[in-house]
């Protein structure tokens, strides 16, 4: 298979399985009979979207960030080798210059982590 036509089918999943999500505290709602019926959960179709969205975001706020920090290093770890192989006193430099874009995921984790202490 095509890596663009993987891509597709894997892109049609996530788009299927989370429209499929959307309505999962409808499909559990209470039916009404006419009687007074004490409310114990409360769901609605509301909360169960606005916590689809608030997991859909800690998720892209952690993977996103790493795609970023990812990048980042990829190109500080090729110059920095170079850079180290010509002069090793700038060891130090490089290591520093290396853990900077690790913010980039620490941020978002607290990002996620805000998110999910919302649900």
Known sequence: MKKRTLAAVA??????A???MMFVPAAFAQEDDGEEVEATSGATTGDGLRV??????????VGIAGFGTGTAQAG??????????????????VLILF???ET????????????????
Request: glycine share 22%.
């Open 11 to 16: 892109l049609l999943g996530i788009v299927l």
């Open 18 to 20: 989370a429209g499929a």
């Open 52 to 61: 689809l969205g608030l997991g859909i975001g800690a998720g892209l706020a």
């Open 76 to 93: 500080v770890g090729a110059g920095g080798t170079g850079a180290i192989a010509e002069k090793p006193e700038l060891l130090i430099n």
């Open 99 to 101: 853990a900077i874009p």
């Open 104 to 119: 980039i995921v620490i941020f978002g984790m607290v990002i996620a982590f805000m998110l999910m202490g919302y649900i």
